[in-house]
DNA sequence: CATGAATGAGGTTTCATTCAT
DNA sequence: TATGAATGAAACCTCATTCAT
């Protein structure tokens, strides 16, 4: 799969009655689960489908081909991460620089880690469902919320450019990204948070220092 | 593909007529090709064996299946990758911290940005070819090369661990991915090279203020 | 093909709907068909499933591979041989050793001139199938009938060990396939028939004599 | 394979020189073993050379495609089966009728036995290769060989017709094979061999009492 | 709305055979 | 003669998707 335009890969119709919103949340769920058990080249609509205990032809009744299916799975993911560092933003609003960095880099860290199954799965499919394009959007988003948080801080009066806090996201997702791949443990992510809090600490006391 | 074992990917034959050598080459050079110009599910081992102007049956001949084509492909550039950081570590031996830190980093982006197209296609078999193993090997690789690298530096004393040296690195690969999968213009590159520079220096340096 | 083990070979869906009883049928039909028609190994599952009528994925949706298949046909057909041989012994319970025998040599050489077609098409795809591994279980089958109905004999006490069953089965086979295999006429069979007849009356008493 | 005709399964050359002798015996000894420990199918014409040590390309210097070749070790079997009843037979002149036929049953059981592998092997070959053909003429051959035997005996005067000798060529060859299909032990073979020579001895002396 | 049987294009892989070296 | 690289037809099988029931 090549094309990665984003459009046409909405969910068919928006669930309106009860148990359509059930039947979405359980091939939701039944992809993810697949993806875990069988790899992301053993996922089939029929699988899923079968996992989640309906036929294909409801699975195709809510999502127009697979990759809409992947796609929604990606988003929610992406939707929920988006969210926990949202909220991380508004929290740390006010506080030193150091002490905003310090609370993005944790949820981040936190929400991934939580949920480290579905990211490692999502990993495995994201070229297959337009991954780039998607995080393209989360990143807006959250360069959004976290260069409005810089604005608030308390000891320091610039804020940095787009560009640093793009690359300090996507450093943290790089290092996760390793992280999780080489299924690290507990302990590691410990340590891992730590460090990264320090790294992008670091870096953005030194952006923004070097733009102003 | 789900299995992420290394074994069993090697080659086939080892060429031991001038001719073959020929073959194995211009296979391996029409794998990037399609890769390229048709997108990772659309590489068929019959395309790819057109492309190199021979018949599939050679290319089985070389290649025990598919993905131990893309395999070899993704392996000879992490290869080169490995090469080039570590000709940057031992240039930079003796010198400062700083400097050490931006030969590597420069070192790294400027292999990753001379094959951009290499880099995005591989983006897109990774997951299918057991990428995340061959990634470990380079990183265990390069943190080597860096960590002894880092012993000579004239202006600091103490040594990072593995793990700030891994953590940098990984942070390096998601910046980088990030701005290859964007499509980041060169002048774009350049700048992120010069952040990514300044990023692994104030780490590295409070990494190494936090461990002494 | 050289694996011998049975399991695996179970057609993968049980038919619910009333149109997929009729395509299994279908499909089993056409094999046979092919296989008299074009030869053991001009038997491709394409071939097969376009004389039923179907696509081949549909094919595949009730037989896991090719073998499965054949295993499928050679079964029904051993199956058939057995249920007829099975009723001849039924039949003559109580009667003197040599009508018995008479019965169940006719019974059995007039099953298997019937689809002399099949036979000689099946013993073409045996070894690819687990030819022996079946044969076993018919042998097995047969011999309890055939042993259960000796002990009812009118005129003789004792009946003869399984081996003495097992022998006389192998030898009636091998006499048939081998005329089958030659193409014998009608003429021929009614011969071999009545010698077979001969050949195990003349065994089985020996036979019982000795054991006695 | 369907084509049952003989012709055209010649070897190509006969080999004249001391090296192709030599050659051809490590092809066609390498194809058994082949057989052996891959199986009938994977039995490919590459892997007969490499283990004979030679290339495919001189294999095929030897035999004008694969069938020849499994042709001609089958060819060699049966040469070697009829050899020795032959001389059985020999041997067994102006004997009475049941020493006669144990003589040649035993001959019989015992070369096969001898090359149990041999005949396993080849029972999986034999329908791509003209087995039945194959077979024909060997009947045709002992047939003869025993036809002549029998006149000479010593207390019957009467010679079975050549149907009576067939049959029982059969039977003795279907009581063979489902034995060494089924593996059996040694203490199975002479139970086995016991069984067979009474079983051809009734036979054939009620055969021959018809015949009368 | 749900079902699941049917479709069939298309992908991977094998292997007998040839022929330039 | 021997070699073994190259060939390519052809086989098996999968799976996203549709549509009659």
Same mark, same amino acid.
């Given at each position: 799969?090549?094309?990665?335009?984003?459009t046409?890969f909405?969910p068919?119709?928006?669930p309106?009655?009860a148990r359509?919103?059930?039947?979405?949340?359980?091939?939701?769920?039944?992809?993810?689960q697949?993806l875990?058990?069988?790899?992301?080249?053993?996922?089939t609509?029929?699988?899923?489908?079968? @996992?989640a205990g309906?036929?294909v032809?409801?699975?195709y009744q809510?999502?127009?081909?697979?990759?809409?299916l992947?796609?929604?799975v990606?988003?929610?993911h992406?939707?929920?991460?988006s969210r926990?560092?949202e909220?991380?933003?508004e929290d740390? @609003?006010?506080k030193?620089?150091?002490?905003m960095i310090?609370?993005?880099?944790e949820?981040?860290v936190?929400?991934k880690?939580?949920?480290?199954?579905?990211?490692v799965?999502?990993y495995?499919?994201a070229?297959?469902?337009?991954g780039?394009?998607l995080?393209?959007q989360t990143?807006q988003?959250? @360069?959004k919320?976290?260069?409005?948080?810089l604005l608030t801080?308390s000891?320091?009066k610039?804020?940095?450019?787009?560009f640093?806090?793009?690359? !300090?996201l996507?450093a943290m997702?790089?290092?996760m990204?390793?992280?999780?791949?080489?299924g690290?443990?507990?302990? !590691?992510?410990r340590? !891992?948070r730590?460090?990264?809090?320090?790294l992008?600490?670091?870096?953005?006391?030194a952006a !923004?220092?070097?733009?102003?």
């Amino acid at each position: 799969m090549s094309t990665n335009t984003i459009t046409a890969f909405e969910p068919r119709k928006t669930p309106v009655q009860a148990r359509s919103t059930v039947t979405v949340k359980a091939i939701s769920e039944a992809t993810i689960q697949v993806l875990l058990t069988h790899g992301a080249d053993r996922l089939t609509t029929t699988r899923v489908a079968g @996992r989640a205990g309906v036929s294909v032809g409801t699975l195709y009744q809510y999502y127009p081909n697979k990759r809409s299916l992947l796609f929604a799975v990606f988003e929610d993911h992406l939707n929920k991460v988006s969210r926990t560092v949202e909220l991380a933003c508004e929290d740390a @609003r006010d506080k030193a620089l150091s002490e905003m960095i310090r609370q993005v880099v944790e949820a981040y860290v936190d929400v991934k880690m939580q949920r480290a199954d579905i990211s490692v799965a999502l990993y495995k499919v994201a070229p297959d469902v337009g991954g780039p394009a998607l995080v393209k959007q989360t990143v807006q988003r959250l @360069r959004k919320a976290i260069g409005s948080m810089l604005l608030t801080a308390s000891d320091v009066k610039l804020s940095p450019d787009k560009f640093a806090i793009d690359l !300090m996201l996507s450093a943290m997702a790089g290092a996760m990204r390793s992280a999780l791949e080489a299924g690290a443990s507990p302990a !590691m992510f410990r340590k !891992m948070r730590e460090h990264l809090v320090l790294l992008c600490q670091s870096y953005m006391a030194a952006a !923004m220092a070097k733009g102003a």
